[in-house]
């Protein structure tokens, strides 16, 4: 299970640990974003300092309309106490955990200052 808090500008938080090909390691402060479909957004200062490797270039429409194209990194996190390599997307804005790296999770807050935030895997159901 992963745990954070809800703050006072209404941002649900978690912690993040992002890990480079070289073994450095930073524990971030990530905003949990439901309409940021990607993986992970990290600025490009912090994925300079972890040397994570460049991937490709994406594609994404911007809430105005118009299109934009970044850099995608390979980064290894570690979610839920287990590591994941997963693409990291580059954007200058505070580091945000998108509904990819959500996928197979409940998430709940409790919307109020210093509310609640747990994420936690979703159980296999069983076939009958």
Known sequence: MINGVV???RDAVVRVTVRGPSGGAQRIRAVIDTG????LSLPAELISRLVLPWLQIGFATL???SETA???YEGLVL????????????SECTPLVGMSLLEGYELK???CRAGKVTI???GRRRRT
């Open 120 to 122: 936690k895997a979703l």
């Open 36 to 39: 940021y479909n990607g993986w």
């Open 7 to 9: 703050t006072a500008s």
């Open 63 to 65: 809430a105005d309309g």
């Open 70 to 72: 970044f850099n995608i």
């Open 109 to 111: 807050m409790q919307v």
């Open 79 to 90: 979610w839920d106490r287990r590591p994941r390599r997963i693409p990291v997307d580059e």
